[in-house]
């Protein structure tokens, strides 16, 4: 039997162990990248000069090895074949498979932003993402981050730490519009400022200003930024173009059902690339859960995917931010208990439904963030009385 996986990120190289561990013979990974699996939420830290390339590297050589499992990197697949079992390379070669999972994750998204063609515009998605941005901002003074989410904050905090000055450009009315409340917003916007980072809010960019190469932004309300490098951090698009193209179900990513299988016979898809009931998460847990599942099934097991709690955390040193599960709920059978410190940056909110803790947001309390994550995921029992001791 075998299995051919494509992708090697956080699902791909989850579900390739997962088949090693169940006995799977044949277990061959195709990567359109040229680095070994490496570690993507450590990326901000590489931009920033503090760890090094080989620290982001997940596991060394031997450990494929080990495990019988063959990687193919430079490999990028180039076109689906269902009807005959098989998957085309970029060099014509025909891959035979049993089973295979596409684990091809998620893409950059970039609006359209005049400008965004520009020399000195980036992404920051894969290594060599990285690579070029440290290249690039060696020559730059000030850049602009388009985008106030996690991934737009962490890659501000980067280019920072490299002595740029940086202003991060959101267009909702607070940072982090999809963890935080406008009170947690107002906290956290305080902490980013004091790291040193502008913050320009309900900010939606016209153009990206420059003769070929990057001046500046400026904004549909007139507002000018100048910048010689513009990082877009605007979210991530799953990247199913392979499944559409050899007509699988493809809704936003492509479509799985419980055991992780697309509509179309013996493929499976898990992780960013994947649309599990109508929704594609984009985190690392999701992925796992999903890579594991998957593999399960393509061993001949029949194992299904239970939906994992979302729950983001800010790697930012200094800045410890947690949001987990429902954060903004609306509706009357929500309890909500809030307490904040806007001197001291703590912010504590708790989510109750039916006696069960089903949010929490924590800025400036690292030992209660992981209390309550916890909480959060398992939706441990709490009445209002509990929950107001925990957050006192
Ligand atoms: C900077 C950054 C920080 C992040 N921080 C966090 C965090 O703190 N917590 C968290 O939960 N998540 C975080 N994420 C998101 C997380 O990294 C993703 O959810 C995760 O990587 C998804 O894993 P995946 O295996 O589905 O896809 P990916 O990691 O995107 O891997 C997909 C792989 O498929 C390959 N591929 C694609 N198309 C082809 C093809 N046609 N042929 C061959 N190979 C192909 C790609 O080259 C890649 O190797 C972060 C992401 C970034 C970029």
């Not at 997962?18 to 570690?39: C, D, M, S």
């Not at 990197?73 to 074949?81: H, K």
């Not at 010689?228 to 699988?248: D, H, K, W």
Request: proline residues 4%.
């Amino acid at each position: 039997m075998r299995h051919v996986i494509v992708g090697n990120g956080v699902a791909g190289a989850t579900a390739a162990a997962e088949l090693a561990r169940r006995q799977a013979r044949e277990v061959e990974i195709y990567t359109a990248e040229r680095h070994p699996y490496y570690f993507r939420p450590r990326l901000p830290y590489f931009l920033a000069g503090e760890i090094s390339q080989e620290d982001l590297y997940v596991h060394p050589p031997s450990w494929y090895e080990k495990r019988g499992i063959k990687v193919h990197q430079e490999s990028r697949v180039m076109r689906l074949m269902p009807d005959q079992k098989r998957i085309l390379l970029a060099d014509d070669t025909e891959v035979p498979y049993d089973r295979l999972l596409l684990a091809t994750g998620g893409v950059s998204f970039v609006p359209p932003i005049e400008g965004a063609e520009k020399k000195g515009v980036f992404t920051l998605r894969t290594l060599d993402d990285a690579l070029a941005i440290r290249e690039y901002a060696a020559r730059c003074q000030e850049a602009v981050v388009i985008g106030g989410g996690l991934l737009g904050l962490e890659a501000a905090r980067g280019l920072k730490v490299l002595g740029l000055s940086v202003t991060t450009l959101e267009f909702s009315p607070r940072l982090l519009p999809r963890q935080l409340d406008d009170e947690g917003g107002a906290i956290f916007r305080r902490l980013i400022e004091g790291l040193g980072i502008g913050v320009a809010l309900k900010a939606e960019t016209k153009a990206i200003l420059g003769n070929g190469e990057v001046r500046g932004v400026v904004l549909r309300d007139g507002r000018e930024f100048p910048a010689q490098m513009v990082l877009i951090a605007t979210g991530v698009r799953s990247n199913a173009g392979l499944a559409a193209e050899a007509g699988l179900q493809v809704e936003r990513g492509v479509v799985v059902d419980e055991r992780m299988l697309s509509d179309a016979p013996n493929i499976y898809s898990a992780g960013d690339a994947a649309s599990f009931r109508g929704r594609s998460w984009g985190i690392i847990p999701v992925a796992r859960s999903q890579a594991l599942v998957a593999a399960a099934n393509m061993a001949g097991d029949n194992v299904l995917y239970e939906t994992v709690v979302p729950s983001n955390t800010l790697k930012i040193v200094g800045i410890d931010l947690t949001s987990a599960g429902t954060v903004m709920p609306e509706g009357e059978e929500f309890g909500e208990i809030r307490r904040s410190d806007p001197e001291a940056g703590v912010y504590k909110k708790l989510v109750l439904k039916d006696d069960a803790l089903v949010g929490a947001i924590v800025i400036g309390d690292k030992a209660l963030a992981r209390k309550l994550e916890r909480m959060v995921i398992r939706k441990a029992k709490l009445s209002r009385e509990e929950a107001l001791n925990a957050s006192s």
